[in-house]
DNA sequence: ATGACTGCAAAGACTTTGCATCTTT
DNA sequence: AAAGATGCAAAGTCTTTGCAGTCAT
């Protein structure tokens, strides 16, 4: 048998919950933020629903930054910059050059492309900042 | 005090087997590699090390793939290929573009970069010959 | 009703840590 | 000797899973 996929108000939040944000949360940061609303929302329903979503493609996993997964409610590839201190995510308008290196990389590797991710890693504005505020 | 480091055979033979390969592998993968050479070794010893090398910028971390943090013996940025089916990691020589986009964005985020990881997933050569083989 | 969805708690998987012991200097 | 390095096993974290109850169709 085929699984039908039933309507569940939980999973729509959860959904929304991270399209709706620029923070590429984590499942906890999502659990976090629709408890109040959800009282007996549960976090294995969010990691449930969040490795579904990938599965179907409509969100991506931008990987584990400080031993917690981050997603992202964008499924296109694009650019990323994490700060190395605070762990932030931040989007970086889409960069036209790489498309041609995708090709150029497939063709290295004679294998298929399905995606990629180029993240650039430092310290954030507000860390620099941070870091300022200290030193003085 | 300050910590003086002192000399390791154990160490020096992480350092070596991590630097000597090309799969950018896991703690697991080096702590199986070494076994044999030294009948006592500790899994721990292995992570210990390797975040001690990380801490010590000598090799890089790519980030978890299927749930194990993969390393690389270097430690300058440069670009993978990360086959989705296997998890093999594939280096790709340096493409030189990238130092362009490096300013263009650590102008845009006001903020300083440190490195960045460009990494192109999809499937490697030797997995989709498999699944041919499968298929025929 | 039927099958999917969920909460809860237990189980898992990888990594880190405490402590006694062994090594290097 | 003194201080670092290691093995072992226990503890930690994040994530997944089994199961019984709940909700959507």
Redesign the pocket.
Known sequence: ?E?????????DAILRCIQSTTVHP???WVYSQLKPQ?P??????V?????LFKQEGIIQSLG?VN???RFDGTTDPHVHFICSQCGAIIDLPHISVLEDLQSTVSKKINGTIAGYSLCFEGTCEQCLQTQEDITA
Do not use: C
């Not at 699984?3 to 999973?11: E, M, P």
């Not at 007996?40 to 329903?45: E, G, N, R």
């Open positions: 048998m699984q039908t996929r039933k309507h569940s108000k939980k999973r984590s499942a906890e959800f007996d929302l549960s976090l294995a329903t990691y449930r629903n969040l490795t584990v031993g917690l997964e």
